[in-house]
């Protein structure tokens, strides 16, 4: 995977997190799940933006020992992946809706907050992982 699809990755992945926290914030009466979850994700935000300047500085020096950690972070399966597949199975549910689909969603999702507890632990889990790939790689 050349660089700029990386970076195009990472951007992709900061953007869809930061419209989710902005959502939660903006949320009337958000519970506390949804408040962990998205502070989790900024978090992960955080994270990913040290990895792209890292990427970024890597394909301007040529030398390229970034490109094998992030090929595994987006492969399918990697961190980086899945944490785009819950933020995309969050955006789904979430995401406003026409018509009665729209006010059977709001009623129906996110009230289990046994699924949100779910999503805290995957990105708990992945923002880990892409911690010890950050650390690993700056040693």
Not at 27 to 38: I, P
Request: with cysteine; charged share 25%.
């Amino acid at each position: 995977m050349d660089p700029l699809s990386i970076s195009c990755s990472v951007v992709a992945f900061l953007t869809l997190s930061s419209k989710f926290v902005e959502y939660v914030k903006e949320a009337a009466g958000a519970t506390e799940s949804w408040k962990l979850l998205s502070c989790r994700i900024e978090e992960c935000q955080s994270i990913v933006e040290r990895i792209k300047v890292h990427a970024d500085n890597d394909a301007d020096d040529g030398v390229g020992k970034w490109s094998e950690t992030l090929r595994t972070l987006e492969s399918p399966g990697g961190p980086l992946w899945r944490l785009s597949m819950a933020l995309d199975f969050v955006k789904d549910k979430i995401e406003p809706k026409p018509g009665l689909r729209r006010a059977l969603s709001v009623i129906k999702w996110p009230s289990g907050s046994s699924e949100v507890q779910r999503l805290i632990s995957n990105v708990e889990a992945e923002k880990t992982l892409l911690s010890l790939a950050l650390t690993s790689d700056c040693q």
